[in-house]
């Protein structure tokens, strides 16, 4: 039952991440929950994100408490939950969005849920749907050493974060933990659409370079194709969430789609095309 | 091997730290002022002048022999947390991070409740250390608790009503995490029970293991022997673990900690997380919780807003899983009638949170007979459940007339 090893095979993020900057631009990578408003929609929102322009999807699981999560996201990921949201909707989800595009499928979960699911059991079936690996908001590398191994033996990402308050040592512990990016976290603050993205964000990336991340993606309060643009002229990877959020929320699949295809031009021609880095 | 004063992070399988990265860095400056604050003996005296001169330390003991009759005539002893300022033990916590705040030069603080008492508290030493303060509290115990919103008003603190989620505890500690994650720099989270990530469970603890430091010489004071058992109500924990970390390394007394069963633990509106939970993370640490198939929370529900939590403090989950002590449901007309109970025979008035203690003591002196000395927790007084005991005397009084 167990997926053989594949160790040292390119993580498909990190491909995807690499090929983007290769071609003069930087990853859109777009957050939506699973089953909000319905499963459905939200499997069908994840790929109009595909088709028009974001290069990597980035799936929420509903959570009970999702501490990190600001009132765009809590008030969707609440409304999933009321309408039923299951943990095995998540592997459905992954499934019928891998059937229908190629963008990898990183899913965002805070950590119980994977805890009482088994962390081994998760690993299996999240790669056996076709998943890209786990992003984990309150699960620092200090706590993942049972993630570390079942993720290294199905060969699937680790994103961890790295925040403008951690050490310089805490910079190096999330870079050599992470595989795929290190998420930036671009403010000291929860997820949600923000006017202008924090200087922090750019001093942030500059210091994890500086300590050898070759791929850090930005995330929080992202929201606009000129940030997007702003952030991609330094970073690796642009990660919006909430935005998209709030679009799915006012205008359903169709206003998803046409905010993708905004930010997805601020992810492009940044600079001129060069050999990957 | 003594069980005392744990350090941390980890208890047995259960504590740690599953929280933002954004949170590491405060958590390890508290942690590094706190091992500082802890070995400085000027912290240590400024704090236990607070505890005599502005708290009321140290609090009494009072035998309660009328009480005591219902009780299969064990001799009772009642540890009178209810008669600090601010009536309960969460002043001697409140205390002890104050001090920490303004130690680590913040100016901020917030603070979660559920019954409002650890609220009340933290209002109380902000504005005697001239800190800004904002109180996160569910939606539903504010209503529930409108006397204790009113105190925190007047104290000066933001009173935050929770709207989110089952809007209660849990959604209050939620907010005052995203609170903290965002204003990290100026506020320090002053957490109100032995739950959370490091350092809060051993921290809180410490803060409030004076209740059985206390008792402990005052039992052996009075009665010539260490007690049978210590008794204490158990939501988050931080008054069972103030009162039972004494007597860890005394084998012959038998700890019980006493869960909020509601309507019953049979049925799904209880908040006995020991006795029903399984093992999982929330509110940063590993401990046992009331969650799904799924690891989702699932609500709690008590009468007592200050127990309707459905966690519980990582070192009540080891010291349940090593044998240490025993944890035990108590339903809401359980604990209304001990309140009731110690109402009429001493005329104390309890919290509807420590009358579930008194519940289950009632249960345990029958079981050990007269011979048995049993020392209980009275973690806080009642005025504040003078509203929600009105009417559920009411109604039950209405009814018995009917039938």
Not at chain 1, 140 to 158: K, N, Q, V, Y
Not at chain 1, 193 to 200: E, T
Not at chain 2, 11 to 30: C, I
Not at chain 2, 136 to 165: C, F, I, S
């Amino acid at each position: 039952m167990t997926t053989p090893i594949t160790s040292g095979a390119v993580s498909t993020v990190e491909h995807t991440i690499a090929r983007k900057r290769s071609e003069g631009g930087g990853a859109l990578i777009g957050y939506l929950p699973v089953g909000f408003p319905t499963l459905t929609d939200s499997i069908d929102a994840a790929v109009a994100l595909v088709a028009n322009g974001v290069d990597i999807i980035e799936l929420g699981l509903p959570y009970s408490d999702p501490v990190m999560d600001g009132a765009v996201i809590q008030a969707a990921t609440q409304q999933a939950l009321a309408n039923g949201f299951k943990l095995r909707h998540g592997f459905e989800a992954i499934r019928a969005i891998t059937a229908q595009v190629d963008a990898p499928v990183l899913v965002m979960t805070y950590w119980n849920p994977v805890l009482q699911y088994g962390v081994e059991r998760f690993a299996d079936d999240l790669r056996a749907a076709g998943g890209a690996g786990l992003i984990t908001p309150d699960l620092i590398p200090d706590e993942a050493d049972d993630w570390m191994s079942a993720s290294e033996r199905t060969d699937l990402d680790r994103v961890f974060l790295a925040a403008p308050s951690s050490s310089d040592a805490r910079l190096v512990q999330a870079i050599e933990a992470s595989r795929g990016f290190v998420y930036t976290v671009s403010t000291m603050g929860t997820t949600g659409a923000r006017a202008g993205v924090d200087a922090a964000a750019r001093i942030l990336v500059e210091r994890l370079r500086g300590v050898g991340c070759t791929s850090a993606c930005v995330g929080l309060g992202i929201s606009t194709p000129e940030q997007v643009r702003e952030i991609l002229g330094y970073a690796d990877g642009a990660i919006v969430g909430s935005a998209l959020v709030k679009a799915l929320t006012d205008g359903g699949v169709q206003a998803v789609a046409r905010l993708a295809l905004d930010l997805a031009a601020g992810a492009n021609n940044i600079r001129p095309a060069s050999a990957p880095r | 091997m003594s069980l005392r004063t744990q350090p941390g992070p980890y208890f047995g399988d259960f504590g740690g730290r599953f929280v933002p990265e954004s949170l590491v860095a405060a958590l390890d400056e508290l942690t590094a002022e706190y091992e500082l604050a802890k070995n400085d003996p000027a912290f240590a005296a400024a704090l236990m002048t607070l505890h005599m001169n502005y708290s009321g330390r140290p609090s009494i003991i009072t035998e309660v022999p009328r009480f005591a009759e219902y009780a299969g005539g064990a001799r009772i002893i009642l540890k009178r947390e209810d008669l600090n300022h601010t009536g309960s033990h969460k002043i001697n916590n409140a205390l002890g991070q104050a001090l920490l705040t303004q130690r680590i030069g913040k100016t901020r603080v917030i603070a979660e409740t559920g019954a409002g008492q650890h609220g009340v508290a933290t209002a109380t030493v902000a504005a005697l250390f001239g800190l800004e303060c904002v109180v996160y509290m569910g939606e539903v115990d504010t209503e529930r608790q409108a006397l204790n919103v009113a105190r925190m008003r007047l104290l000066g603190a933001e009173v935050v009503p929770v709207k989110t989620g089952s809007r209660t505890l849990k959604d209050a500690i939620n907010d005052a995490m995203r609170d903290w994650v965002s204003n990290v720099d100026t506020t320090n989270y002053i957490f109100g029970t032995v739950a959370g990530p490091h350092p809060f469970p051993a921290m809180v603890r410490d803060f409030q293991k004076i209740i059985g430091e206390e008792a402990r010489k005052q039992v052996l004071d009075l009665t010539g022997s260490l007690p049978d058992a210590v008794t204490a109500c158990v939501g988050g924990g931080s008054n069972a673990m103030g009162i039972f970390d004494a007597f860890l390394d005394d084998p012959d007394v038998a700890l019980f900690g006493y869960e909020a069963a509601g309507d019953g633990v049979e049925t799904p509106r209880h908040a006995a997380t020991i006795t029903k939970g399984r093992p999982g993370v929330l509110h940063g640490a590993r401990s046992m919780l009331l969650q799904d198939e799924d690891g989702q929370t699932v609500d709690s529900h008590s009468i007592s807003a200050g127990l309707d939590y459905p966690g519980v403090g990582p070192e009540h989950a080891w010291l349940a899983s090593i044998g240490r002590a025993t944890y035990l449901p108590i339903t809401d007309d359980e604990a209304m009638s001990a309140l009731r109970l110690l109402s009429r025979t001493e005329g104390i008035i309890p919290a509807i949170e420590s009358s579930h203690a008194l519940a289950g003591t009632l249960e345990l002196g029958r079981a050990l007979g007269p011979e048995a000395t049993i020392l209980v927790n009275l973690s806080g007084r009642g005025d504040k459940d003078m509203e929600t005991a009105g009417r559920y005397f009411d109604l039950l009084d209405e009814g018995a007339e009917q039938s």
